[in-house]
């Protein structure tokens, strides 16, 4: 019986390529899925569905905001587990021995070319067709604006969080101060910058490799989860976060 | 009769991957190749050897230093008259329709179609691989050190230039400037930091791209080409050039 294949890669998924907005969705935490090759990571079905696999309704956010602002919208196809696209290949958070409170028994002492493979077979991949999708709309035009979308748990080392969206930059905050001024204004919610996480705690590393190098305006967006637990609270929120996004675009945008 | 194929992609070349030490070369200029599907340009054979189209003898010299210091090395098959690597697609420079006071009657009036097929054949083939190289390091370690490797003309638009070793930075000064340190001291050339060109000209593109985001050392080297003009002269100035950019290295890592 032949072995797993080992050069199957997993590029992201591009969705609404031909949208007419400029706004470009980023979901790097968009699935749980765990291919194959790499069995359960030794986790039980209740870790491979909870928030340390993946950001539970950040996809269905992104759609609804995608339908809502003609935005494209560009999503990994796998578990941050397996390879976290929003880390660089140096860091322990890429393939995590340990997530929250939770050891990740598949990634413990992983050799260097285990290491590299997942690499070249995820985040690589990932990359190369966001880069691509960037490189295109900057050749036709409009420049595209990054938004990242994230959720995060409400409960974090036991301790519950009282923010419930948070806006996050890395060095260029013209965007995120935007949202964050619309998003205070109507999006009715508890609101701040940089919270529950910052550029401080590495996690603005796709901002850093695809918004930077460009010039482009970029932000990073964090929904609490239980916000977003359901379709319709999806579709709610979109509803509601639409507007802001799109009144924060056209003031910098004109 | 078929036509010329339109999906062949030009990916950048990658040499001594197996090289020991942490130096990562880099060559955006180093080819006049102008593949078959887009002919001359419109370019006599003189000019299609001139410096519009390439950085003459920047090659060799990368190759002399990649021996002397165990380092990798990467460059572009292709002129930079049919896409310049270190440009975005929206920079003028990227597909330019004049260069120096030369025009460049192929890349006249290209339409939206005909960019977006060079940014897909040349300048995404180049970065991926130049990323894939560096996220193998990054993983396998140590992180490396990007040294980009150009030479410019010693008259620019009928002005002769004095400078003859001239040391670019980004946003990252570091190594840039314990280069230009130990080039002043012992290469005894007319040393210049961010000349001929500087950030500000946006000839750091490679380097926001590609070694900013992981925070990486970084540099880009420009040679008078008269002093690189031959094989024996490149051999000689990768003599005088390694050991200023060991050293340099040597200094920021210990």
Same mark, same amino acid.
């Given at each position: 019986?032949?072995?797993?294949a080992? *050069?199957?890669?997993?590029?992201?998924?591009v969705e609404?390529?031909?949208?007419? &907005?400029?706004?470009? /969705?980023? @979901?790097?935490?968009?699935?749980?899925?765990?291919?194959?090759?790499?069995g359960?990571?030794?986790?039980?079905?209740? $870790?491979?569905? %909870?928030h340390?696999?993946w950001d539970?309704?950040? #996809?269905?956010?992104?759609?609804?905001?995608a339908?809502?602002? &003609?935005?494209?919208?560009v999503?990994?196809?796998?578990s941050r587990?397996?390879y +976290? @696209?929003?880390?660089?290949p140096d860091a322990?958070?890429?393939?995590?021995?340990?997530?929250?409170m939770?050891?990740?028994?598949? *990634?413990? &002492?992983?050799? %260097?070319a285990?290491?590299?493979?997942?690499?070249?077979?995820?985040? #690589?991949?990932?990359?190369?067709? /966001?880069?691509?999708?960037?490189?295109?709309? $900057?050749t $036709?035009g409009?420049?595209?604006?990054?938004v990242?979308?994230h959720?995060?748990t409400?409960?974090?080392? &036991?301790?519950?969080?009282?923010?419930?969206?948070?806006v996050?930059?890395d060095?260029?905050?013209?965007?995120?101060?935007a949202?964050l001024?619309e998003?205070?204004a109507? #999006?009715?919610?508890?609101?701040e910058?940089?919270?529950?996480?910052?550029?401080a705690?590495?996690v603005?590393?796709? $901002?850093?490799?695809?918004?930077l190098?460009?010039g482009? /305006?970029?932000?990073?967006?964090?929904?609490?989860?239980? /916000?977003?637990?359901?379709?319709?609270?999806q579709?709610?929120?979109a +509803?509601?976060?639409?507007?802001?996004?799109?009144?924060?675009?056209?003031?910098?945008?004109?």
């Open positions: 019986m032949p072995g797993p080992q *050069n199957e890669t997993f590029p992201a998924i609404a390529q031909g949208a007419p &907005g400029p706004v470009l /969705l980023v @979901c790097e935490h968009a699935s749980n899925a765990i291919p194959a090759e790499y359960t990571l030794g986790l039980g079905e209740d $870790l491979r569905q %909870a340390i696999a539970p309704g950040a #996809l269905g956010l992104a759609r609804g905001l339908r809502r602002l &003609g935005a494209g919208l999503h990994a196809p796998v587990l397996v +976290d @696209c929003n880390r660089p322990a958070g890429a393939m995590a021995e340990r997530s929250e939770h050891p990740v028994p598949g *990634n413990a &002492g992983l050799t %260097a285990a290491r590299a493979r997942r690499v070249a077979a995820v985040y #690589l991949p990932f990359h190369d067709a /966001l880069h691509a999708e960037i490189a295109r709309r $900057l $036709l409009p420049a595209p604006v990054i990242t979308i959720s995060f409400p409960v974090w080392f &036991g301790v519950p969080r009282a923010v419930e969206f948070g996050i930059h060095a260029d905050p013209r965007l995120a101060e949202v001024g998003a205070r109507t #999006l009715g919610l508890t609101c910058m940089n919270a529950p996480y910052s550029a705690d590495d603005t590393h796709t $901002l850093k490799l695809q918004a190098p460009y482009l /305006l970029n932000v990073m967006l964090e929904l609490r989860n239980d /916000l977003i637990a359901t379709e319709a609270a579709e709610d929120m +509803d509601r976060l639409a507007p802001v996004l799109a009144r924060a675009v056209a003031r910098l945008r004109g």
